[in-house]
């Protein structure tokens, strides 16, 4: 079974890019969190999604940020127009049903770096 | 609001020394979920320990053990003969929601180096 999976690992924009960033759940979770960890900091929380929803929102900036996790294929994290203050490494973690009894699984997470 | 305070910011240890790391949090709610996570140098966040606050009995898992207590705050994760592959960052992080692991809200970590 394999676990989270996110890519990529590591990705370079320039500012004003756009980035991607893509969560693939492990098999049978519908819970998705995305997670994203400043340099020298601890993680903090994002968005919260199932399936074709977006359940909570209230960690994602205003502007240029935006999640999805689409009923098919992996949930995507989405930056535009990326600035320097973007750089991060982000996690997705996954989760089977909310309110149930479980650990989350976190992805490796991917590195961006705007330069 | 809730908040993990990790007062301590790097820890150094020789091999086999134990070592403890201090975490103390802060909530209004009555049910909540306290965590710990190990973050490798290869970057991948490691689940160790789930406990909720209606348990307060401390775990012992191999090397590993966590004190909870409530009347201070604190769940405090105590490695025993370390070892140099426990170096790593340490998160301790704090869930209110019910069961789950939505929301985590997470300490700014403890770098521990464990050298030989």
């Known amino acids: 079974n394999a676990g989270v999976m996110q890519n990529p690992r590591h990705l370079v924009r320039r500012r004003g890019q756009e980035a991607r960033l893509r969560c693939s759940p492990m098999?049978?979770?519908?819970?998705v969190y995305w997670y994203r960890q400043l340099p020298e900091e601890g993680l903090k929380f994002m968005v919260y999604?199932?399936?074709?929803?977006?359940?909570?929102e209230s960690g994602m900036p205003k502007e240029r940020f935006s999640a999805e996790f689409p009923k098919e294929g992996p949930s995507i994290l989405r930056i535009q127009q990326v600035v320097r203050g973007d750089s991060a490494a982000y996690f997705c973690?996954?989760?089977?049903?909310?309110?149930?009894?479980?650990?989350?699984?976190f992805g490796q997470g991917t590195r961006l770096t705007v330069v | 609001a809730q908040k993990v305070t990790q007062a301590q910011t790097e820890i150094s240890v020789v091999e086999k020394e134990d070592v403890t790391l201090d975490c103390v949090y802060e909530?209004?709610?009555?049910?909540?979920?306290l965590f710990w996570y190990k973050q490798p140098p290869s970057g991948e966040l490691v689940f160790l320990i789930r406990?909720?606050?209606?348990?307060?009995q401390n775990e012992i898992s191999g090397r590993y053990s966590w004190n909870f207590q409530k009347s201070t705050s604190s769940f405090n994760f105590t490695i025993t003969a370390s070892q140099v592959v426990d170096s790593a960052v340490y998160f301790c992080?704090?869930?209110?929601?019910?069961?789950?692991?939505?929301?985590?809200?997470f300490g700014k970590g403890i770098t521990l180096s464990v050298r030989p």
């Open positions: 973690a996954s989760s089977t049903t909310q309110g149930r009894y479980t650990e989350a699984f």
């Open positions: 098999k049978g979770h519908s819970h």
């Open positions: 999604l199932q399936k074709e929803n977006i359940i909570d």
């Open positions: 909530t209004r709610d009555t049910t909540y979920y």
């Open positions: 406990r909720n606050s209606f348990d307060e």
């Open positions: 992080a704090l869930s209110e929601e019910a069961g789950a692991n939505s929301k985590l809200t």
